[in-house]
Every structure is written in C-alpha cells, then in structure tokens.
C-alpha cells in the first residue's frame, strides 16, 4: 500500500505537509487480534482465541517484546501465557534498546534463522510500550526487514498478527507514535515524526486504529488525525479488550470492554482556526458484537439481540434515562461510553460537553472544545443486562466539536 496524505497542523495558520506514507503489507488472509492495551492474563477469552486461530494446541507463537522498556520480563511473561493456553511460544530477541539482549536488533531481523523460524510461526505477538520502537526495529529505510518481511508471510497464509497497546497501535500506517496529551493534540495539531509516524499497516487502506481509548478518552485525537489524514474510518480499543479483524473484512469484539468505530466519511470542518468538525459518527460495538468493514452493518451479540432493542426513532420509544447530560470533562475516563449508552435510551435527543485546560491556579485557560452529541435518523441501540451489568450497544451517534472561549472565572465562590 502506498498513499500520500495532506497533514494539516489545526491551528495557527500552521503550514500544509505532503506527506509520504507508503507500506508494503501482505494481502489481507489472515486474523488481526489487536487489543487496546492493559489485557490481564486472566483474559482468557483473548489469549485462548490467539491460540485457537493459531491452530490451537501446539501453535507456534512469536513473541516480539521491541516496544517494551523491559523486553526480557515482559516478553517471557507473554511466552508463559500463551504455553499456558497450549501453545509453543519463544521471544525473539530484538530491541533496538541497546544491552537489552545480546545480540544488535539490525543482526536479528536479518539473521536468517530467526527469520525462518518467525516465518514459520502461527502467531506473531507485538507486547506493548512504545510503538515507535517496534517500527525502528523491523523496517530499514522504510522498507520491510528480511524479518518483517516473514511476519507479513504469516499473515498472508492465514496466520494471526496480534498486539496489545503499542502493539495496536502498528496495526494501522500512520500510527500515533507520541500523542499522549489529548489536548494538546486537538489545539495544536500533528507533526509527522512527533506525534504521527509510520506504522506497519496490516489493517485495510482508509482505517486508522487507536488504543486505550475510553479509559484514556482518546476519540479526540483520533478525530484530529482522521481529519488531517483524510482517513475516513478508524477504531478505538479499550483496554483489555480485543478486534479480531478476520481477512480485512470482518471484526469481532471480545474481551472484557468494547471498541468505538469512529465514520468520517461524511463529517465536514473548516480548515480555518482550531480543531472542528460536524456530523462525525460514532458507534460502540461491546463484547459480542460485529461488524462487517466494507458495508460498516454492525450485528449485535446473541445476548444483546435477544434481549431488548433500542429504537429512539420509533413511534412506541420508551426511554430509560430522562437527565439531560452535561458533561463539563469529555475527555475523562469512559465519558464517552457514558454518553452515548445515556443518549441512545433518553428522552433528550441531544447532550453536551466541553474539554479544556488551564496549565496552574493562577493561569489563564487555554481556550477549549464543546462537544455536541445527537441522535439521528439511523440511531439505534440494543440493551442486555445479561454480562451482569447494563450493557449497550449503540449505533451513529451524531458528533460537532467545536473550539470554544473559557471565561477566566469559570467559576466563583457564592459567598
């Protein structure tokens, strides 16, 4: 896959960059288990499902700890979990950290027999870290590795790539290489190199994928790149949570939380001033649920599609929730899930939040974002109580975000 992309900085009159992005992954076949990041090793339904696609008792599974400060700890933790489940798991020894193995990871990745003996893996597991690292440490000039080159190989004879927060975030080129402050990306922009870098590219053309995101409230940022990149779909996986992409067509959620697709397809903005954007869509797909990625027809789990369907649109809605949401931090943890399960059952058909930031006590705020959140005519929902808690599925909640003024006294004592 090669592409050019238009990265826009959001702010400030910033300059426009032509950027080059190009890839070379092997034609979709196989299985793409990419996890938001945190996954617990008593996440069974994620570690077991890696194996079983591998083949199931006696997969061969590759461990690659290169993102990893630690590589050696975490990487033979990754190895004991997957032998734990059944299969026949080694690390491989490459870190571009130096002193983190014997050998130079520019010697492993062209070393022919540890490139045969990936090759001839099922799985291949990326650990998490820092995504920048895995991508330093298989691509040479921003061309594929010999050892690159056999992790694709895997892929293309219906073998399974998977990873966990680093690990995810290679899934798709670009990537977010360092993008930590939510905020910061939205007032300021991306710059390649920084903040967005190349990734390694298994998912389809067009799709972007994004980690920790509910518990880190990353949907923002997200938006800032799909806008920039021209990317008009992109999912965010929250942590210990896993989307089993089968072929680069369909994807599955499993695990312990849920993945928010985010369409941009029809969303508009302006290129002046700071981040905006109207009529992005967004859907949250629990545990359970599917979706096809060439039609975008999400199918709700057995749980949920025997249970109770949330229709707002319907003459006989009955909605559950009747507050008005407000919520005065929208990049908080899960505020977003909060949102959209609330909006789908209320009897109010908008709600509202804001993002902003101040530096210290006694610092102006540095502007801010108001989000818009509203139902449509394709809006709809599906409710189970069935996992033990109230769970939703919720489809095209409508979004606007648009940059705001904070007055200097947001708020006064009333005494």
Known sequence: MTFRRLLAGSIAGAALLTVAVSATPAAAAGSLVIVGGALRYENDAVWQRMVDLGGGQGAKVAVIAAASG???????????????????????????????????????????????????????????????????????DGKDSPLMAAIRDVYARGGVIGGSSAGAAVMSD????????????????????????????????????????????RFARSLVAMRDLGLPYGIGVDEDTAAVVTDG??????????????????????????????????????????????????????????????????????????????????????????????????KHAEAHGLAFRRTAPDAPF????????????????????????EDYTVTNIHLDVTPVTIAPDLATPTN
């Open 366 to 389: 540095e502007g801010g974002y108001a989000f818009r959140f509203y139902r449509g005519a394709d809006t709809l929902g599906w409710y189970t109580g069935k996992f033990g808690g």
């Open 249 to 346: 067509k369909a994807l599955e959620v499993i695990g312990y939380k849920g993945v928010v697709f985010m369409d941009m397809s029809d969303a508009t903005w302006s290129k002046e001033g700071p981040f905006n954007v109207k009529n992005v869509k967004l859907s949250y797909l629990d545990r359970g649920d599917r979706m096809d990625l060439a039609t975008r027809q999400v199918t709700p789990s057995e749980a949920k599609a025997s249970d109770l369907k949330v229709d707002p649109n319907a003459a006989d809605f009955d909605p559950y929730y009747g507050d008005y949401q407000f919520v005065p931090d929208m990049l908080g943890n899960t505020a977003l899930l909060d949102v959209m399960a609330n909006l789908v059952d209320n």
């Open 70 to 140: 630690n590589p050696q700890k975490y990487g033979t933790l990754a190895v004991e979990e997957f032998a734990s489940h059944g299969a026949e798991a080694f690390l491989v020894p490459l870190s571009p950290r130096e002193g983190k193995f014997d050998r130079a990871y520019t010697d492993v990745r062209q070393d022919p027999e540890w490139v045969a003996r990936v090759k001839d893996a099922d799985v291949v597991w990326f650990t998490g870290g820092a995504q920048e690292r895995i991508v330093k440490a298989l691509l040479e």
């Open 174 to 217: 670009p990537m977010f290489r360092d993008a930590q402050d939510v905020f910061h990306v939205m007032a300021n922009g991306l710059t390649m190199g920084e903040e967005i870098d190349r990734g390694l590219g298994f998912m389809p053309d067009g799709w972007f994928v994004d980690q920790h995101f509910l518990t880190r409230g």
